[in-house]
């Protein structure tokens, strides 16, 4: 019977002091955990492996976690980044090799797909983890973004490839991902943004945002949509204005063009269209919302006093970004705004 990784971690797991002195043995033992530098297997004290602990759950054995940089896994992760191996049939190899246990009798084949395809957007995105205590969370909160409760629709991968163009070499930086989903809440795309190493900002390459799988008319989703959503262009944006309105459920279009092809689901009483204040966020925003008006669907054009909703956020704060939202809300909805506390006047900057 064919070995899962979950069980082969847990194999591990119980023989985490071994793991660790063969792939990290520029580490040392201190007490529970293992030390080391990186998964690099150099010297130092950044990473910690916990040699004991229950299996799975809080302080289970074999989970590490790299302080400087926010890395985090099993150890099926750890063999993987120490060996340089990207596929998980060479992982599990790699760990069944050390644990002295056979191949399996009948490896499960896995389909190639074609690049840039839907499907491998939702492999993509299923290859991330959530991005609480990621550097995707240092990203977001260094913009300004401090509300980021139930974000399934985000993931983070420490080493996601990034290749400038076809002849430029394949390089590896943290990214961001986002799951563009249809009506239906089926994967059809994913939209990248490397980060820097050290989640300070984006990555310093040419076009640190991409997206892939079919795009036009899906978006990025949180939260449940009924009869009335917010709509805006970049995930940032949204998300800021998901800071000051938590309650109601909101869509990245990912770009002007895209805002106004984005398809409208039926029982939608009001839409709110976060415009951009360039030319082609208003021109974006007034075609999406004579496309609502013509479907009997109430739009407000919601206007940033800056460039977009994620410069107020920095620039107001949320106190009095949430005031300037406030006027353009339908009266109904005014009490889905986050109630500003003092202390968040001025936040940003």
Known sequence: MREDAAALARRLARNAEAVCRHYLSNGRREGRWWTVGDVANTPGRSLFVRLHGPEAGRGAAGKWTDAATGEHGDLLDLIARACGLDSLRDVLEEGRRFLSLPAPQRPEPRAPVAAGSPDAARRLFHAGQPIK?????????????????????????????????????????????????????????????????????????????????????????????????????????????????????????????????????????????????????MHAAQSLAGRAGYHFIEPFVLRPRARDFDDDLRQLGSAEAAAWLRAQLAPEDATCLLLPQPADVGLGG
């Open 133 to 281: 205590g990621t550097l995707a969370e240092t990203y977001l909160r260094a913009r300004g973004i401090t509300y980021l409760d139930d974000l399934p629709a985000l993931r983070f991968h420490p080493r996601c490839y990034y290749r400038a163009d076809e002849k430029a070499p394949v390089e590896t930086w943290p990214a961001m991902l986002a799951a563009v989903t249809d009506l239906d809440g089926a994967i059809t795309g994913v939209h990248r943004t490397w980060l820097a190493r050290d989640g300070s900002g984006k990555a310093p390459i040419a076009t640190p945002r991409r997206a892939m799988g079919r795009l036009l008319g899906n978006g990025v989703r949180f939260g449940l949509v009924q009869d009335v959503v917010a709509i805006g262009e970049g995930i940032e944006t949204v998300l800021a204005l998901r800071c000051v309105l938590p309650k109601m459920p909101m869509i990245a279009a990912l770009s002007a063009s895209h805002l106004t092809a984005l398809v409208l689901q039926a029982g939608l009483k009001r839409i709110y269209i976060s415009q951009d204040n360039d030319d082609a966020g």
